[in-house]
């Protein structure tokens, strides 16, 4: 019988309490572990008030600080942090009105949340069944339910929609103003529904319109057709007309420039379509006649921005120049705007797209997105040079982004790199020359030359792919992988779009650390060190040895203390750095090098709340200070060896007089079960004399008279078995022990347990090191921080063919081809696995004559220019979960720079554009022309 099914009740005051906390926890546990494994699209989920209700919940139950794992898993700082508390009480009812909008502002039966809400800082999603337990138990509310939608066509991925589409309802008749919410996969036919139930009318005389910036853009038909794609946007307008007298209120409907506007049927139509031809533009590119690229498409695709097509018309008839028009902000779409008019300003790309590109549009390509995406691309970037300075809104093409990359829908803030990833990787799928892909079998390079084996890796890739992406926006690196155990080298030629850097030493940061002798010969200190932001525990360990004065028979043993124990030893020496929060507590033990076979002892120190004669026979024992570590010898040891072993570690703490033998204190150990009770007391021998010396064989027989109460427990790593020792009990080499070790007022007397209190943390102001100036951040030292030699991460590691095992290998990159059009993504972004992190550093970055000859690898590319010129920006500002996208952009013919932020669009001269917000950098290869009366190569004007 479950838990749920024993009817458990509880009687206080009258009022019944549902269960236990420990009960209350198992059954939502079980109930989230149910939840996990039947996912799917329609299913309900609620919200929690954070902070109001749900993490007082938490520690009533023991689970931690307010972080229930949705998917009944706890990550490493969950499982860090879930300490059952014994003083939690319990919370009272469910209160979530601090993150629903206001009253006046929605329905009782219409709540919705705040749009500046963040998950897992503002709120927690539950599952149904979760909620209906919890307000079973605690009631209040209001209750804030949300289904879970399926995005995606190719690979559909479920979430739950936090914000239902909203809709601002104009009725013509009389102005009025409503708002409606529904999800954007509700049908267009279930907007009728709740549109004429609240208007009270039939909806035979009723008609919707699609009223996109307050004007008629195109009436929205009764069908299955759902919202999404229907292109309607989050907080849009639509009208609502009433048919009076058989007649509608304006006629069919008709635009600023007279001509009717038409219904959007549910299947737009399909026809061929001709883009080649039509007017030139004053800027001599070709520009295509509305009436045949816009009246439908073999695609799929309908032009239904009816106002913006006139636009383009009536641009092209006053001679307004392209390149210049904004893109509307749909909604947090910010970060899409700044990517796609970097792109549309890339000339090999806007060049292509200008001209007729169908017949390279390949809809067999089962990687691709049967050309929808490309073409949506095509028809905005030829609205953009087309519309003189009028705003285009991009609804069309953000529906198919939602189709194809769910991740990006909705109306969250995204990264403009990951949209930029995506769209250089559909484009070339769609646009992808090669209609069925030979199959070849990679080759090692056998120690070929790298000439020959890199030639043979790009005609592979080429025999695959081939499009207009791979030839302006494609190049190769050639990657060196070494296994650490059989010095195995492998040698790869891989393609790529865009380099991604880390931004380099000169972001560096402050750890302090505290470090204890293993051998018991100094007292324990705590040392400052400046190391890499993004560096490696390695690094923090080498700077720690070179301040410490290592010796060369020793290494230094890094571990994490949490509450006075060893929470865990960081033994990875590729262990990310940025796992180590600042208000950590760390320390490194000196240790011997060569620790093979040997036993590790770990002493970890307890006090008695209240210290009387005879505290050992009852009372709370708490942990104090931090934990001490070392090794014993080759031999099989005894109690008696970790006696002395724990008589070493302590004699430096050891206060200079000895006190009386009648102070000396001796008693039983009371501990739990699980620290074997009843363990006959072990002394610990102590020193005389200064605290930084060794203690010989004379002083320890001196020290065997002063004895101290703790107990000896032989313990596993994780600590789940636990014995006694005795002192004559023999102990094997290589195993752990760990000792509890109690301290008593007389203890006290002995040693001065100060030095192990008080552990600074990694980052503390008491303990900041002399600050060195930081030299300056550079492109180019960006690109070598990304080209230095490293090990691979535990989580990718590499198979050796010659080990047949996965090494973690050291992996070395080199650029060996690169592209015309080159773009480095400079990563701002930091996350670990407690906090995510902004880099506002100012890079220096040029924005003429990038030489980048001294990077290539390739012999044979000497006649090919590295040289670049910078032509768009996209710019990140603000910190995480939020911030503002825009981009600058250079119109190439007109040598002019300008600032695209969303809709508005202004010059900018070129010293404004190298800022600390620049994220993604846009370069072009300046072609090679040679030289007069030479033949040899000179810098000419950019590659087109």
């Known amino acids: 019988m479950t838990i749920a099914d024993s009817g458990f009740m509880m009687e206080n005051g009258g009022s019944c309490l549902p269960y236990t906390p420990e009960q209350e926890k198992q059954i939502v546990d079980d109930l989230m572990n149910k939840s996990e494994s039947s996912l799917k699209e329609g299913n309900l989920f609620f919200f929690f008030h954070l902070f109001r209700w749900f993490t007082s919940w938490q520690r009533y139950i023991g689970q931690g600080n307010g972080e229930y794992p949705i998917n009944g898993h706890l990550s490493d700082s969950q499982r860090l942090d879930a300490v059952p508390s014994k003083t939690a009480e319990r919370p009272g009812p469910i209160d979530n009105s601090d993150i629903v909008l206001n009253g006046n502002e929605c329905e009782l039966d219409d709540l919705e949340i705040l749009r500046t809400l963040e998950e897992g800082r503002d709120y927690v999603l539950v599952p149904q069944e979760v909620w209906e337990k919890l307000f079973d138990w605690y009631k209040g509310g209001p209750a804030l339910p949300r289904k879970m939608i399926s995005q995606g066509i190719t690979h559909k991925k479920f979430m739950v929609e936090i914000y239902r589409l909203c809709l601002k309802l104009t009725d013509s008749r009389d102005n009025s103003q409503s708002v409606i919410r529904l999800s954007k996969k509700a049908s267009v036919h279930e907007l009728y529904e709740r549109v004429c139930t609240l208007k009270v009318v039939e909806q035979e005389k009723a008609r919707i319109w699609d009223y996109f910036n307050k004007r008629k853009q195109a009436i929205l038909v009764a069908s299955n057709q759902t919202l999404e794609e229907s292109n309607l946007q989050m907080d849009q307008d639509i009208l609502l007309e009433v048919q009076l007298d058989g007649y509608w209120p304006s006629g069919f409907g008709m635009d600023s420039t007279g001509n009717e506007l038409a219904l959007v049927p549910m299947e737009p139509p399909r026809s061929s379509v001709s883009i080649a031809g039509g007017p030139t533009l004053s800027n001599g590119y070709s520009k295509v006649h509305t009436s045949n690229l816009y009246q439908g498409s073999p695609l799929g695709s309908t032009f239904t921005d009816m106002e913006d097509g006139y636009d383009v018309l009536r641009s092209v008839a006053k001679g307004d120049r392209g390149g210049l028009a904004g893109l509307q902000n749909l909604g947090n779409t ?190 324990p200190m705590p040392y400052t060190v400046t190391v890499l932001k993004h560096g490696y525990c390695k690094d923090l360990s080498q700077a720690l040895a070179a301040a410490c004065c290592l010796k060369s028979d020793e290494n230094l043993l890094l571990a994490e203390v949490y509450e006075h124990r060893i929470y865990r030893y960081i033994e990875n020496p590729s262990e990310l750095l940025t796992n180590i929060k600042d208000e950590e507590h760390i320390v490194a033990y000196r240790l011997p090098k060569k620790r093979a076979g040997l036993t590790r002892l770990e002493i970890i120190h307890r006090c008695q709340q209240q210290c009387t004669p005879d505290s050992l026979k009852g009372g709370e024992r708490k942990l104090l200070g931090a934990p001490l570590v070392t090794y014993l010898g080759e031999d099989a040891q005894t109690g008696a060896d970790i006696d002395i072993a724990v008589s070493r570690l302590l004699s430096p703490l050891r206060r200079k007089t000895y006190p009386s033998s009648s102070n000396v204190h001796s008693g039983k150990e009371n501990g739990s079960v699980s620290e074997a009770t009843d ?19 004379t002083e320890l027989e001196e020290m065997s008279r002063w004895e101290l109460s703790f107990q000896l427990s032989i313990t596993d790593e994780r600590g789940l078995s636990c014995k006694p020792i005795e002192k004559d009990s023999l102990i094997r080499p290589g195993q752990f022990i760990r000792v509890m070790l109690d301290w008593t007022d007389k203890e006290h007397e002995l040693y001065d347990a100060s030095y192990l209190r008080d552990l600074p943390e990694v980052h503390k102001n008491g303990f900041t090191a002399k600050k060195t100036r930081p030299e300056a951040i550079t492109l180019f030292s960006c690109l070598e921080a990304f080209l230095k030699e490293e090990p691979l991460g535990p989580q990718d590691m590499w198979y050796c063919p010659n080990c047949k095992e996965h090494r973690q290998a050291t992996k070395k990159l080199d650029l060996w081809r690169l592209p015309d059009i080159l773009v480095f993504h400079l990563k701002r972004f930091s996350y670990s696995r407690y906090l995510k992190n902004k880099l506002d550093t100012l890079v220096n970055f040029p924005i003429h004559s990038l030489d980048l000859s001294q990077y290539v690898k390739c012999k044979d590319a000497s006649s090919q220019s590295h040289v670049y010129e910078l032509y768009a920006i996209s710019n990140h500002y603000g910190g995480l979960g939020g911030g503002h996208y825009s981009a600058y952009a250079k119109l190439i013919d007109e040598n002019r720079w300008y600032h695209f932020d969303d809709s508005h669009v202004s010059p900018v001269g070129e010293s404004e554009i190298k800022t600390s917000a620049a994220y993604v950098l846009f370069y072009q290869r300046v072609k090679a022309a040679p030289k007069i009366g030479t033949g040899e190569p000179s810098l000419g004007h950019t590659s087109s």
Not at 360 to 373: D, F, H, V
Not at 439 to 457: F, H, L, M, Q, W
Request: aromatic share 10%; hydrophobic share 30%; net charge negative.
């Open 679 to 697: 363990n006959p007391t072990n002394s610990c021998n102590t020193q005389s004399g200064s605290g930084n010396q060794s203690t010989d064989g």
């Open 334 to 523: 910010c970060f899409m705007n700044s990517a796609i008019q970097c792109l549309v300003h890339t000339p090999p790309i806007f060049e292509y797209f200008l001209q007729d590109y169908t017949e390279e549009i390949n809809k067999q390509n089962p990687l691709g997105m049967n050309g929808e995406l490309a073409f949506a691309f095509g028809e905005l970037l030829r609205k953009l040079w087309s519309s003189g300075r009028t705003p285009v809104a991009p609804r069309a093409f953000k529906g198919k982004l939602a189709r194809f990359a769910p991740q990006f829908s909705g109306y969250n803030q995204h990264d403009s790199q990951e949209l930029l990833a995506f769209l250089l990787d559909g484009l070339h799928e769609d646009l992808n020359r090669v209609k069925q892909k030979p199959y070849i079998e990679t080759k090692d390079s056998n120690g070929r030359p790298d000439e020959e084996v890199a030639d043979e890796c790009w005609r592979n890739h080429k025999a695959r792919n081939d499009s207009l992406i791979v030839d302006v926006c494609q190049g190769q690196y050639k990657s060196t992988l070494v296994c650490p155990v059989c010095s195995k080298i492998s040698i790869t030629f891989d393609p790529f779009m865009y380099l991604s850097l880390p931004l380099p030493s000169t972001v560096t940061r402050i750890m302090t650390v505290t470090v204890f002798y293993g051998d018991g010969s100094g007292l």
